[in-house]
């Protein structure tokens, strides 16, 4: 299948790729401001991150770009310029980033981040506007001895409610999420906006740390975005301006509640400091956010707005304690079905 573009102009972008983003660490200068340093290591990891964990994120990433570059034309974001690689206050955490567009894809980007007590992947990929397929999520957050693992093809539309989006992209991959939900239980409750955001087939899951999981959540990483690639391969670009608009809608609306409510933000703030972690989120992690409509938080989310302090990542209603899904896909929870008929 082909997205367009030519394998052999890939070769190039893909050396690129691999190369570029960890031959450079980036540093803040007097002013705040981002800039690229050359890392002194021979191989150009930093040598400051020494990291017990098993696992390693980066593997899932070259896999990523590896598949999608059998597909498609991938070309370096323009972001990848200032977000590349920037070291944590403390100097003893590195955060690597990295971000392609392509024929079908608005932006693909990854952040993993290292530090002495944690490993982060932040992966996700946004389709065009023309495209109604859904938004590939993977977010594993990862200690010595626990993980938080979201893994989805995140909905772009209603799919509780309006059974073709879900009869379009999910009836066939019921299966496939069955198959991991054995391995991979619940990860507990959730609040309702979350779970408007989440397919059938998500997995949300808490795990402790072990190779054995390590290794059935990459099986199931790879599996989740091969099937995601072929969506995006067989999607038809859409000429209805209304629908496009839909879909960049629900883009951002997406974003929205993801800029907002990320659980990472206190983190990425301990971090690398309030300035530095805002902006990554608003113009690398959710980029889009601030241009790709003009409702705020409180038009998409109204019941947060009576909230004391909406900074707070305080979430309202936290549900569903077990998976809200059968084995046939059909969501369980009619009350809630009700109340996000009217809020969608
Ligand atoms: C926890 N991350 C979570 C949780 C979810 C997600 C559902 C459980 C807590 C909650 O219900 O909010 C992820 N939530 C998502 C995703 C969507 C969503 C993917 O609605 C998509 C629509 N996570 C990161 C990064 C870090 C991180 C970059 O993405 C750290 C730098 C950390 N996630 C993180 C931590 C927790 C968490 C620390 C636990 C937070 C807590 O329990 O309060």
């Known amino acids: 299948m082909e997205f367009g573009g030519s394998s052999s102009s890939f070769c190039l972008q893909q050396q690129q790729h691999r ?59 323009p972001l990848q310029e200032k977000y590349n690689s920037m070291n944590s206050k403390d100097g003893k955490g590195e955060l690597s980033m990295l971000s392609f567009q392509a024929a079908k894809i608005r932006l693909l980007r990854s952040l993993i981040i290292k530090s002495e007590t944690m490993q982060v992947l932040d992966f996700t990929v946004f389709p065009k506007a023309e495209y109604d397929t859904p938004i590939f999520c993977a977010n594993f957050f990862t200690t010595a001895r626990t993980n938080i693992v979201v893994l989805d093809l995140n909905p772009l539309h209603d799919i509780i409610n309006q059974g073709d989006y879900k009869e379009k992209y999910f009836k066939s991959l019921i299966p496939l999420g069955l198959k991991y939900a054995e391995h991979f239980p619940w990860g507990g409750k959730l609040t309702s ?37 072929e969506m995006v391969g067989s999607a038809v670009k859409e000429t209805d301006e209304s629908q496009i608009l839909r879909n960049l809608q629900a883009q951002h609306r997406y974003l929205t509640w993801r800029a907002e409510k990320d659980p990472g933000q206190g983190v990425l703030k301990k971090l690398i400091g309030d300035t530095l972690a805002k902006d990554l989120l608003r113009n690398f992690l959710f980029n889009g956010v601030d241009e790709l409509g003009s409702k705020k938080f409180s038009d998409y989310f109204p019941q947060y707005c009576c909230d ?7 979430t309202i209603g936290k549900s569903f304690e077990s998976r809200p899904w059968d084995a046939n896909g059909e969501f369980l929870g009619n009350i809630f079905k009700l109340r996000c008929a009217i809020s969608f």
């Open 19 to 77: 190369v570029a983003p960890f031959i450079r660490t980036i540093g803040i200068n007097s002013s705040g401001e981002w800039r690229r340093r050359r890392s002194s290591t021979k191989t150009g990891y930093s040598n400051i991150v020494r990291c017990c964990n098993p696992v390693s994120y980066k593997k899932f990433v070259d896999f990523a770009l590896d598949q999608t570059t059998t597909h498609t034309h991938l070309l370096p974001s």
């Open 193 to 229: 906006e979350s779970i408007k955001f989440f397919s059938p087939i998500v997995i949300w899951t808490k795990f402790t740390s072990s190779p054995q999981n390590y290794d059935i959540l990459y099986s199931a990483f790879r599996d989740y975005y091969k099937v995601w690639l």
């Open 308 to 314: 004391e302090d909406n900074k707070k990542r305080s």
